[in-house]
């Protein structure tokens, strides 16, 4: 089936997994959306765009949301995120919370409302599925901006889910939880003080023990999810257990 995805956060990690394993099906388009552009393909084009610059985000959409009159589906995928300054609040810089919410949910949610304004009378389906994590479900000392945002990425997904049941415009939302992934986020992790982060040693140990997942792994369950996307009928899934 056609589609066109968007995807933010393709210059590495998950995100950049996924964009060279959509492009291999000769009937999928991608659009990235990062601050750097790492991969080239005939099939992608990418958006440079900083997702802190969240008032920017309404003429990004009308960049990338365009017609496109070939498409049987479109697919959002919000992959960006940052777990910014690791510390606890009162000691880390206020203007790193602000960083964090902006990118790790302000931006998402405003990337949700714009692709479903422009979308929401094209009658074919389309998906979005925001990236979210654990950390979405657990708290963890030193990651509060990050864990809240996730929460709220979480909730803002069941949300519109709802809605779009009611309004039955064709949209199905995900939020998503990878796992633990051997990416530069989960290098940043590592490489935290310790004094910022007490559960450190646990990351390191996954780390040693080779419990990490793939980006490669990570996306393939991402094709999995797409192509099997009925049988999936909640909000909030977690890849792991797919
Ligand atoms: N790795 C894990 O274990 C893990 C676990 C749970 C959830 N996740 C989630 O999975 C997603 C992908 O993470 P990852 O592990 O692949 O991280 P990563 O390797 O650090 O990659 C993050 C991506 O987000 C982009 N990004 C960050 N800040 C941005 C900004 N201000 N504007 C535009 N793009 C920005 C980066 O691109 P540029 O730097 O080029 O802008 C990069 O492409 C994130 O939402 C993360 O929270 C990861």
Not at 117 to 129: F, T
């Amino acid at each position: 089936m056609e589609t066109h995805f968007f995807i933010t956060g393709t210059s590495r990690g998950i995100g950049r997994a996924l964009a060279e394993r959509l492009v291999k099906n000769p009937l999928y388009h991608v659009v990235g959306i990062a601050r750097h552009a790492t991969f080239q393909h005939s099939r992608y084009s990418h958006v440079i765009a900083d997702l802190t610059e969240v008032d920017k985000l309404p003429a990004l959409a009308e960049q990338l949301f365009t017609e496109k009159p070939t498409a049987k589906r479109l697919v959002l995928i919000n992959n960006a995120g940052t777990l910014g300054e690791i510390g606890y609040v009162g000691e880390i810089a206020e203007s790193s919370i602000i960083a964090s919410f902006r990118v790790n949910l302000i931006a998402p949610a405003l990337l949700c409302s714009l692709f479903i304004r422009y979308y929401r009378n094209l009658n074919i389906p389309k998906i979005i599925i925001n990236v979210s994590s654990g950390a979405g479900k657990t708290p963890y000392d030193g990651w509060a901006a990050y864990c809240a945002a996730k929460a709220g990425l979480d909730m803002f997904s069941r949300c519109i889910q709802i809605e779009q049941d009611i309004r039955e415009l064709g949209f199905r939302i995900f939020s998503v939880s990878p796992g633990v992934v051997d990416t530069q986020m989960q290098q940043e992790i590592r490489q935290a003080k310790t004094e910022g982060f007490s559960r450190i040693e646990r990351f390191r140990l996954l780390k040693e023990n080779r419990q990490l997942s793939t980006p490669e792994e990570v996306a393939e369950k991402f094709v999995h999810l797409l192509d099997n996307e009925d049988q999936y009928p909640e909000v909030i899934l977690d890849l792991r257990a797919l």
